[in-house]
């Protein structure tokens, strides 16, 4: 029987309790972030601020659900899935939604925030190394979990949708370079 805090966190809902819960921080951590940064005069202060804290914070919840041990972790050896497509035709509805979601704040802000990685290409590459050793991590970890490329796939993908949500304002130049001041 699971007890105390793991009754809570161990599980989709205490996790979306726990993302929901932590927003008033999230914002009050980029409002002080954003304000450090105009007093001492970077460039764009709100934009970075926000997309800092939106990557770890869209990112995280997701990743920790995701290396959530399974009820007989450390007992079963790691499975795995190489066969694309294979997983897919097998997934629920929400399991295809939470792949999608789980590196979408990443493919959403990362562009915003670094320049070097504002293609959709760079942004894939991103998103699916990171997939990989998420993957990578469960099947070391013998999480009770199957180690999917479906998984990766789905994840991937969601990061670039999410990129493309977020292409006009990474692609607008007075967005993506600071503004020259010239003096007389």
């Known amino acids: 029987m699971i007890d105390g805090w793991h009754r809570w966190f161990d599980t989709f809902t205490g996790v979306a309790f726990l993302t929901v819960a932590v927003l008033p921080l999230a914002a009050l951590v980029v409002c002080g972030l954003a304000r450090r940064r105009t007093v001492a005069g970077a460039a764009q202060p709100w934009r970075t601020s926000l997309a800092e804290v939106g990557i770890v914070y869209g990112t995280m919840p997701w990743v920790w659900m995701i290396l959530l041990p399974g009820s ?8 795995m899935s190489l066969v694309p497509l294979r997983d897919l035709l097998t997934m629920s509805t929400p399991q295809i939604v939470g792949n999608l979601l789980v590196f979408a ?3 959403f802000f990362v562009p915003l925030r670094f320049v070097a990685l504002a293609s959709l290409p760079r942004i894939l590459a991103l998103a699916a190394g990171c997939s990989v050793l998420v993957e990578i991590a469960q099947y070391v970890l013998r999480l009770d979990r199957v180690s999917s490329v479906d998984d990766v796939l789905l ?4 990061a670039g949708l999410a990129a ?3 292409y006009r304002w990474w692609r607008m130049p007075a967005l993506t370079r600071p503004r020259q001041v010239t003096r007389r």
């Open 155 to 158: 994840n991937t993908a969601g």
């Open 164 to 166: 493309l949500a977020s």
């Open 72 to 79: 007989r972790a450390g007992e079963v050896p790691g499975r």
């Open 105 to 107: 704040a990443l493919g």
